[in-house]
């Protein structure tokens, strides 16, 4: 038998006073500093009056939210989740009182209770929370490289992880191809990996990596490297990547000269002339720098690049790094040694020279955790001797990071899904401006703008689904709620955030919105001696012939109710549910599998399983979703 597809879904029959408080069916995992959606609704209130709905810590009691004579209560919360915990206020008359949960925190973690009174009934449920402390973040330069050929280059590629990446691999990735630079697997450089072209020609800076410098240098630039090349990283469950591209390979000056003194020596004394008269007046050597500015999020890293064009002597050599507006001495090398001691105490464990590098003529600076004065411009001037020196001026230009989710968001059809978006420091509302779009289309899902929300330039499909969170657009939090997700919210959604001259984005996906899960994920609460049914069915009808559905209760060795071939088969049902259990089989063919349990008595009470097979002509499909089940309380017999 092959089995292609598998889904289960399990109920839990419980009898019960009162009515049932749903919540989200596992843990809610979120990342530190992000949001998370607290589920508690009801699926029917009779009335607002006397309606109590306390949100607190299951252990320590502590009250995060409560609701109550009509109105939310933020003055008795708890101080640590003041401005951070949020009801939404609209919703609470539909019988929706999640939570939203701002800025999470490593303390968040744990379990919530949310407890519901309304007259004489009441309910609850209970919401953990696990905190992802997981973190990758790889930069590297935004601006193209030109280099002349028959130089080297080095390709910047900084890597911030909670732990040591497994895999860092350099790949040119332009024309439809992905041709392997060179690798780094299991904490060890593999050459031998790289693609011929490259053989000999690339190494990382060794000396660094366990900085999270990834950088590659390229050595005696081809005019076939020219295209655009990828650093991706792996660490633990994570992967990120940064691009490179390089751009403008020509002949180099030397390279030129060549060509001009073998056409002067077939008699051009003319020219020879020219070329010494033009060439005496660049005696010495040349810094080379990047191209243009270099674009760098707060709290990431940079390579500063800077190397000469000619071999120099070791001795006597002494580099220099500092401010370009202050003068301020970022780092230097003399005397053969790094120039700690002098460094600006700003800079001290941020700015690292490659100290092996410099006898290659490579003086570039690495700086990390840029902050927002980091923003500017540098000068790097080397001293060789006596006879020269040169500099150039590298500017740096910080951007917004805008963090979004580590993954895609998976969410049913129908549900409510939080779209992440946020940055790390305060921005003035003055000028912010925040769009998101769906990353295909560029259809616009919401807008902030002027200093309030616009849904009157929404897409119309989006009116009344998708929400921003007004009061913590000031705390930086941009996310946004899409409610009722459809099979056509499936994709990509891009939030962009401009700040004055500032801007940065963040791309989100959600994926997995499918109409082939179970509806139903809830408890069922049903008084001894009546009747219920166990819900299992599909918005969309299957293809193809149904070979057999099985419902099970867990404990029992046999099955409660079997359906196969077409047919009940009660040999093969537990005696305890024979007449009790009933299938309405017409349904079967519009995807209902539920099952009727009547005269419920008390040991009936527990989780309960379906399974649904479907022919194929590769063999059998076996579809299941399983649900946790809650006991919420027992009613008493009938007398």
Same mark, same amino acid.
Request: hydrophobic letters at 35%; one cysteine or more; a negative charge.
């Given at each position: 038998?092959?089995?292609?597809?598998?889904?289960?879904?399990?109920?839990?029959?419980?009898?019960?006073?009162?009515?049932?408080?749903?919540?989200?069916?596992?843990?809610?995992?979120?990342?530190?500093?992000?949001?998370?959606?607290?589920?508690?609704?009801?699926?029917?209130?009779?009335?607002?009056?006397?309606?109590?709905?306390?949100?607190?810590?299951?252990?320590?009691?502590?009250?995060?939210?409560?609701?109550?004579?009509?109105?939310?209560?933020?003055?008795?919360?708890?101080?640590?989740?003041?401005?951070?915990?949020?009801?939404?206020?609209?919703?609470?008359?539909?019988?929706?009182?999640?939570?939203?949960?701002?800025?999470?925190?490593?303390? *968040?973690?744990?379990?919530?209770?949310?407890?519901?009174?309304?007259?004489?009934?009441?309910?609850?449920?209970?919401?953990?929370?696990?905190?992802?402390?997981?973190?990758?973040?790889?930069?590297?330069?935004?601006?193209?490289?030109?280099?002349?050929?028959?130089?080297?280059?080095?390709?910047?590629?900084?890597?911030?992880?909670?732990?040591? #990446?497994?895999?860092?691999?350099?790949?040119?990735?332009?024309?439809?191809?992905?041709?392997?630079?060179?690798?780094?697997?299991?904490?060890?450089?593999?050459?031998?990996?790289?693609? +011929?072209?490259?053989?000999?020609?690339?190494?990382?800076?060794?000396?660094?990596?366990?900085?999270?410098?990834?950088?590659?240098?390229?050595?005696?630039?081809?005019? +076939?490297?020219?295209?655009?090349?990828?650093?991706?990283?792996?660490?633990?469950?994570?992967?990120?990547?940064?691009? !490179?591209?390089?751009?403008?390979?020509?002949?180099?000056?030397?390279?030129?000269?060549?060509?001009?003194?073998?056409?002067?020596?077939?008699?051009?004394?003319?020219?020879?002339?020219?070329?010494?008269?033009?060439?005496?007046?660049?005696?010495?050597?040349?810094?080379?720098?990047?191209?243009?500015?270099?674009?760098?999020?707060?709290?990431?890293?940079?390579?500063? #690049?800077?190397?000469?064009?000619?071999?120099?002597?070791?001795?006597?050599?002494?580099?220099?790094?500092?401010?370009?507006?202050?003068?301020?001495?970022?780092?230097?090398?003399?005397?053969?040694?790094?120039?700690?001691?002098?460094?600006?105490?700003?800079?001290?464990?941020?700015?690292?020279?490659?100290?092996?590098?410099?006898?290659?003529?490579?003086?570039?600076?690495?700086?990390?955790?840029?902050?927002?004065?980091?923003?500017?411009?540098?000068?790097?001037?080397?001293?060789?001797?006596?006879?020269?020196?040169?500099?150039?001026?590298?500017?740096?230009?910080?951007?917004?990071?805008?963090?979004?989710?580590?993954? #895609?968001?998976?969410?049913?059809?129908?549900?409510?899904?939080?779209?992440?978006?946020?940055?790390?420091?305060?921005?003035?509302?003055?000028?912010?401006?925040?769009?998101?779009?769906?990353? *295909?289309?560029?259809?616009?899902?919401?807008?902030?703008?002027?200093?309030?929300?616009?849904?009157?330039?929404?897409?119309?499909?989006?009116?009344?689904?998708?929400?921003?969170?007004? +009061?913590?657009?000031?705390?930086?939090?941009?996310?946004?709620?899409?409610?009722?997700?459809?099979?056509?919210?499936?994709?990509?959604?891009?939030?962009?955030?401009?700040?004055?001259?500032?801007?940065?984005?963040?791309?989100?996906?959600?994926?997995?919105?499918?109409?082939?899960?179970?509806?139903?994920?809830?408890?069922?609460? !049903?008084?001894?001696?009546?009747?219920?049914?166990?819900?299992?069915?599909?918005?969309? #009808?299957?293809?193809?012939?149904?070979?057999?559905?099985?419902?099970?209760?867990?404990?029992?060795?046999?099955? =409660?109710?079997?359906?196969?071939?077409?047919?009940?088969?009660?040999? =093969?049902?537990?005696?305890?549910?024979?007449?009790?259990?009933?299938?309405?089989?017409?349904?079967?063919?519009?995807?209902?599998?539920?099952?009727?349990?009547?005269? =419920?008595?008390?040991?009936?009470?527990?989780?309960?399983?379906?399974?649904?097979?479907?022919?194929?002509?590769?063999?059998?499909?076996?579809?299941?979703?399983?649900?946790?089940?809650?006991?919420?309380?027992?009613?008493?017999?009938?007398?």
């Amino acid at each position: 038998m092959h089995i292609s597809t598998v889904h289960f879904l399990s109920t839990l029959l419980m009898i019960a006073d009162g009515f049932t408080v749903k919540g989200p069916s596992g843990p809610l995992v979120v990342p530190l500093g992000g949001s998370v959606l607290l589920p508690c609704s009801v699926d029917s209130l009779s009335s607002l009056k006397d309606l109590e709905v306390k949100w607190r810590r299951s252990y320590s009691q502590t009250l995060i939210h409560l609701y109550q004579d009509g109105d939310i209560r933020p003055e008795v919360q708890h101080e640590d989740y003041s401005g951070r915990a949020h009801f939404f206020t609209d919703d609470i008359m539909v019988g929706n009182f999640s939570l939203l949960l701002v800025n999470v925190t490593a303390e *968040d973690e744990g379990q919530y209770t949310c407890k519901v009174h309304s007259g004489q009934e009441s309910g609850e449920t209970v919401v953990e929370i696990k905190v992802a402390s997981e973190r990758l973040i790889v930069s590297g330069s935004n601006t193209s490289l030109s280099v002349y050929v028959g130089e080297d280059v080095t390709l910047n590629c900084s890597v911030d992880s909670h732990i040591p #990446p497994e895999e860092v691999s350099w790949k040119k990735t332009d024309k439809d191809e992905h041709i392997l630079v060179l690798l780094y697997l299991n904490e060890e450089v593999h050459p031998e990996a790289s693609d +011929e072209q490259y053989t000999d020609r690339v190494e990382f800076f060794s000396d660094e990596i366990h900085r999270g410098n990834f950088s590659l240098r390229l050595k005696r630039v081809r005019t +076939e490297d020219k295209g655009v090349y990828m650093c991706q990283v792996f660490a633990g469950q994570l992967s990120d990547n940064a691009t !490179v591209t390089l751009q403008q390979l020509g002949f180099s000056g030397l390279h030129i000269m060549v060509l001009i003194l073998c056409i002067a020596a077939c008699g051009s004394a003319v020219i020879i002339c020219c070329l010494i008269y033009c060439t005496s007046q660049n005696k010495g050597f040349t810094v080379k720098g990047p191209s243009g500015p270099l674009v760098v999020p707060l709290g990431g890293s940079v390579l500063l #690049p800077c190397s000469v064009d000619s071999l120099l002597s070791v001795k006597d050599l002494e580099v220099e790094w500092k401010r370009s507006d202050s003068q301020t001495l970022i780092h230097l090398y003399e005397d053969g040694d790094n120039g700690e001691v002098v460094q600006n105490e700003d800079y001290r464990d941020r700015a690292h020279f490659y100290t092996e590098d410099l006898k290659h003529e490579n003086f570039s600076l690495l700086l990390k955790n840029l902050r927002k004065e980091d923003e500017g411009n540098y000068t790097c001037k080397v001293y060789s001797g006596t006879v020269f020196s040169r500099f150039f001026h590298s500017n740096l230009v910080q951007r917004l990071q805008v963090k979004g989710p580590s993954g #895609p968001l998976v969410v049913p059809l129908g549900g409510s899904v939080l779209l992440p978006c946020s940055v790390d420091s305060l921005l003035s509302l003055k000028d912010l401006e925040v769009h998101w779009k769906r990353s *295909d289309s560029q259809t616009l899902i919401h807008l902030y703008q002027d200093g309030d929300i616009r849904p009157e330039v929404q897409n119309e499909d989006y009116h009344d689904r998708a929400h921003f969170f007004t +009061e913590d657009i000031k705390h930086g939090n941009f996310s946004l709620l899409l409610k009722n997700v459809r099979q056509e919210d499936e994709g990509q959604y891009t939030c962009t955030v401009h700040s004055g001259q500032e801007s940065g984005e963040t791309v989100v996906e959600i994926k997995d919105v499918d109409y082939f899960t179970a509806v139903y994920s809830c408890d069922l609460v !049903v008084p001894l001696g009546g009747s219920v049914l166990l819900p299992w069915f599909k918005k969309k #009808p299957f293809e193809g012939e149904i070979k057999k559905v099985e419902w099970r209760k867990s404990g029992l060795q046999k099955p =409660v109710f079997v359906y196969e071939d077409g047919d009940i088969r009660p040999k =093969v049902q537990h005696e305890d549910y024979h007449d009790r259990a009933h299938f309405i089989s017409d349904d079967i063919k519009h995807g209902n599998f539920s099952l009727l349990l009547k005269n =419920v008595r008390q040991e009936d009470e527990g989780q309960y399983t379906c399974e649904v097979y479907r022919g194929q002509e590769s063999g059998v499909l076996s579809l299941s979703t399983k649900l946790e089940p809650r006991l919420l309380g027992k009613s008493t017999d009938k007398s």
